[in-house]
């Protein structure tokens, strides 16, 4: 697996997390730690948000 899927792997995974403490407790784990919609917190968003779309790559490369 070449680097850049292990990362946007792992920040897909972060994302679920995340998602899933929203979902489940109403807390947002990224912008607790970063805040409310700060640059840092729309950046993070932004990094899982094209993790994502990378990742639909990784359906079709199975060799």
């Given at each position: 697996m070449?680097a850049i899927?292990?990362?946007?792997?792992?920040?897909?995974?972060?994302?679920?997390?995340?998602w899933?403490?929203?979902?489940?407790?109403?807390?947002?784990?990224?912008?607790?730690?970063?805040?409310?919609m700060?640059?840092?917190?729309?950046?993070?968003?932004?990094?899982?948000?094209?993790?994502?779309?990378?990742?639909?790559?990784?359906?079709?490369d199975?060799?």
């Open positions: 070449k899927d292990t990362i946007a792997l792992i920040l897909v995974i972060i994302g679920a997390i995340n899933g403490l929203i979902g489940l407790f109403k807390f947002n784990l990224v912008d607790t730690i970063f805040g409310t700060s640059a840092l917190s729309r950046i993070i968003y932004t990094l899982v948000g094209i993790s994502g779309l990378w990742s639909i790559k990784l359906i079709f199975r060799k």
